[in-house]
């Protein structure tokens, strides 16, 4: 995750990801983060907010398994976004 806490919630990124795909899948994780990086047009090593945007759309779009997985982490990240977003407008509002 990144460093990008808040409140003690890290954003999830590209590494949660694969472990949540790791731990769905166990041996076969490995082919299938392949084949989802290769659908969202990524190798892995990005670090950006938008990389784990990409993956999303390519795991929603996969098999129901891995849709869902991908949903889970959507709602995690929107949720991490707003309170973000809520954290920011106190702390701006108290100054």
Known sequence: MTSNAVDGVARPDLA???????????????????????????????TGPGAIEQLLDAMRSAAPVTALCGEALAIRVASHDRLSQAYELMRSSAS
């Open 16 to 46: 949660e990801a694969r472990r949540a795909v790791e731990r769905i899948y166990g041996p076969q994780a490995s082919g299938i983060w392949s084949d989802l990086l290769s659908t969202a047009r990524l190798d892995g090593s990005e």
